[in-house]
């Protein structure tokens, strides 16, 4: 599985947009991209996933580059309610699933 | 659907006690997995199972058993508990086929003495 490196805290306010990078330079090519969000005491929650290019849902958008060594987890508009640790998960689909490997994670305060 | 379910919420064990942490859950899905973590910390998976009778270690597997032998159910055992063993326990589960998207439960809070 490829490791992937996330910064360890962010800040920032309600109402902006927030951009989490997760740097995963070994990525293979059957790897996918996989976001979680964890609120303490909780079990993680999965926010999106992706390949390549974009991904959007109702939650959060996730951006690919063409060389995929890196994503980016978009979170429009925040409010107090998504501070949170969120994790960047990287593995084929099937074959891993089951056995992800979680990093530290990101720490995410949104203040008022 | 309750999902996926993990008893008991909270457990205090002395050193060198057995116990039996239970996860189950009703999506009939057969990838289900335990995971442990440690405050600060991400999760770290403790062992896996890929089917019912299937079962692999993960990368903390020393110091516990699992067995799977229904989709339903996925115990884990601390053989001999440890203070080194206090942590959070989490139970997931995914459907195969189904991407990476895995189910977690509420979480065991283990603390051994």
């Known amino acids: 599985l490829a490791k992937t490196t996330q910064p360890i805290s962010m800040d920032s306010y309600e109402g902006q947009e927030v951009n989490i990078t997760c740097s995963h330079n070994n990525i293979a090519t059957n790897d996918y991209i996989t976001w979680y969000q964890q609120f303490p005491s909780q079990g993680p929650r999965f926010i999106i996933q992706g390949y390549k290019t974009k991904v959007t849902n109702e939650v959060a958008s996730l951006f690919i580059p063409a060389d995929r060594k890196s994503s980016t987890l978009s979170l429009p508009r925040v409010s107090l309610s998504d501070t949170a640790v969120y994790y960047c998960?990287?593995?084929?689909?099937?074959?891993?699933?089951?056995?992800?490997?979680f990093g530290d994670g990101t720490t995410l305060t949104v203040k008022p | 659907n309750a999902g996926v379910t993990q008893t008991p919420k909270f457990q205090v064990l002395k050193t060198g006690q057995s116990m039996t942490l239970q996860c189950a859950q009703d999506?009939?899905?057969?990838?289900m997995s335990w995971y442990r973590q440690d405050p600060g910390m991400g999760l770290r998976l403790i062992h896996y199972?890929?089917?019912?009778?299937?079962?692999d270690q993960g990368e903390v597997p020393n110091g516990y058993n699992v067995s799977r032998s229904t989709t339903e159910d996925f115990p884990l055992r601390l053989l001999s508990a440890a203070p080194s063993q206090t942590s959070v326990y989490f139970c997931a589960s995914s459907p195969a086929g189904g991407g990476h998207e895995q189910f977690f439960g509420p979480g065991t809070r283990l603390t051994v003495l």
């Open positions: 998960l990287v593995g084929a689909l099937n074959t891993n699933a089951g056995k992800s490997t």
């Open positions: 999506m009939n899905h057969e990838y």
């Open positions: 199972s890929v089917g019912a009778g299937i079962t």
